[in-house]
Nanobody
C-alpha cells in the first residue's frame, strides 16, 4: 500500500506565502520524479511543478514561474512547494504525484489552498 500525503494548505491573503509538503510512505519504492498539480474551482486540473531526482532539474507551469519553487529529498520521498506572491487565481486543491517506473504514478488526496483578496 502506497500513501501520498499532502499538507500545508490553508487560507492566506493575496501577496502572502505558503509551503506545501508531500510525503510518500508505505511499501518500499523508488520515485524518479515528483510533481504538483492543482485544480482551481470549476476548472480542469493543471500542472504546477516537477522535480526530477536524477539531476534535480525542475519545471514549472507558466502561471507560477518565478513565484513557486519545488524542492525535496528523494531519499525520503518528500517534496515541497514554496508558494510566494500568492494570487487569488492560485486558489485550488493542490495535488502531489509520485512518479514510479512501471506505474501510472501515485496521487495524494489533495490539500486546499485559498487565497483571499
Amino acid at each position: 500500500q502506497v500513501q501520498v500525503l499532502e499538507s500545508g494548505g490553508g487560507l492566506v491573503q493575496a501577496g502572502g506565502s505558503l509551503r506545501l509538503s508531500c510525503t510518500v510512505s508505505g511499501r518500499t519504492l523508488t520515485t524518479y520524479a515528483m510533481d504538483w498539480f492543482r485544480r482551481p474551482p470549476g476548472k480542469e486540473r493543471e500542472f504546477v511543478a516537477r522535480i526530477l531526482w536524477s539531476d534535480r532539474s525542475t519545471y514549472y507551469g507558466d502561471s507560477v514561474k518565478g513565484r513557486f519553487t519545488i524542492s525535496g529529498d528523494n531519499a525520503k520521498n518528500t517534496v515541497y512547494l514554496q508558494m510566494n506572491s500568492l494570487k487569488r487565481e492560485d486558489t485550488a486543491i493542490y495535488y502531489c504525484k509520485a512518479d514510479v517506473n512501471g506505474t501510472p504514478g501515485y496521487w495524494g488526496q489533495g490539500t486546499q489552498v485559498t487565497v483571499s483578496s
